[in-house]
């Protein structure tokens, strides 16, 4: 899931809020959601059934709206993990 989460372009990653007085770094929020992001992306593969790899690292790669879907999905989960 990790290696599904490196091809997203840097600049479409969801990126954790910034909370001055966190007790939790953000670096780690970041490495965090970066992880759900990954999941989220295999999870999605695995539910269509994309059998190859190659095939849906290909997926990944073009299909934008795949990509933001579960950007969303992880900056959302990461917000209700650190409000926990």
Request: proline letters at 5%; glycine letters at 8%; charged letters at 25%.
């Amino acid at each position: 899931a990790a290696e599904l989460a490196q091809l997203v372009p840097i600049g479409e990653r969801p990126l954790v809020a910034y909370v001055p007085r966190s007790n939790i770094p953000r670096l780690v929020r970041q490495q965090g959601c970066d992880k759900l992001l990954g999941m989220y992306l295999a999870l999605l593969l695995h539910r269509v059934k994309v059998q190859s790899t190659e095939l849906g690292e290909r997926i990944v790669r073009q299909d934008k709206a795949l990509r933001k879907v579960c950007g969303g999905a992880a900056a959302a989960h990461e917000m209700r993990l650190y409000k926990q």
